[in-house]
């Protein structure tokens, strides 16, 4: 799987799994009907071994929800959570 491709995953998880969900740091929707609301943002971090994913709030900061760890192994990438 190319990195690319396992970002735009990860970026569309999180849309669906932060539906409709309040954010404790300012107390408004972070995504609805498949689209961030009110500037915030999809937070992805790649490093050399992990992943991490979250969201931006502009008055919280960076929320890392996730963090993953990646084994390269016959040049497939399993993902650990």
């Known amino acids: 799987m190319e990195m690319v491709s396992l970002v735009k ?6 849309l669906k799994a932060l539906n ?3 954010c404790p740091h300012c107390d408004w929707y972070i995504s609805s009907d498949g689209r961030w ?3 915030h943002l999809p937070y992805i971090s790649v490093g050399d071994d992990y992943v991490e994913a ?3 709030c502009p008055k919280g900061g960076t929320v890392v929800l996730y963090k993953f760890k990646l084994s390269r192994l016959n ?7």
Do not use: D
């Open 9 to 14: 995953m990860i970026e569309e998880y999180l």
């Open 75 to 81: 040049s497939f990438t399993n993902i650990y959570r």
């Open 54 to 56: 979250g969201y931006r």
């Open 37 to 39: 609301v009110r500037h």
């Open 20 to 22: 409709e969900v309040l």
